[in-house]
């Protein structure tokens, strides 16, 4: 993309879905592509994305370079649109996978099984691949911020990289299909973040230090069904026993708590 103007982009690749291409590479700046930097919460997934509504399976950004600033929170303005953040990366709804059609739900990105990301993006906006069906593998080596519902609504998925992710807002993993999530650095942890995440059956939360839960609305980051078919590895520091960052365990397979106060109960918890 890197001598081409956006148009040419977009009809670039609009000619290459259309001959069955289904795996690009791009490269060259972020706003030649056509996703959108700002949108709205409200209506059909954003107009601009050249993938959208294809038979795309594959898209490798890594070689895309001056991404916007975007929204995580999932806060809007007086006009329902996504003002943007203080942190660079993928936009808020960049892949919105679902779509309201003719009274029926669809999806707009039906065969999108893997994007790779650059270290540059430093966050996923919010609802950035909601509802992604078939996405299977994210690389996102450098997001620190995870924003809500990012990652929701996509039960295909088993595999995504977030070495250095440090917060993870409310709902970001609500529904994915993930068996397992290691979590090294992550400090901050929304509520509902792991709500219906039935296939999770390992977490690893190893970051040293405090970890704040967020709470709101009766909503925790987890719930009792989750966490008792869910093996839990913490950092040492969260012992029963030894431990000095909070919240440490209460026993030997019990950690954080529901809305009111009772501990949870974990099928285990090992601390390393």
Known sequence: MTRMTADEVKTAIGAALDAGITEFKLTGEFAKIGIPARVSFSGTPPVGNPFYDSGVEKIDLTGVTDWPEVNVNGRVDDDFNFPPGDVRGLPARAFDGQKYDNGAFHYAYPALREVRLPAG?????????????????????????????????????ESVQLPEAVRIYNAAFMAFGLTSLSLPETTRLGYSAFQHCDALTELRLTAAGNITLEMKDGATPFSQNFAKVCDLTLNADKHYSTGTAAPKAASADQWATNYYGDPLTWKSIAFE
């Open 121 to 157: 993006v430093k966050a996923l906006g919010c609802l950035a691949f909601f509802a992604c069906q078939a996405l299977s593998f994210v690389s996102c080596d450098g997001v620190e911020e995870v924003g809500v519902q990012a990652l929701s609504g996509c039960p295909s998925l």
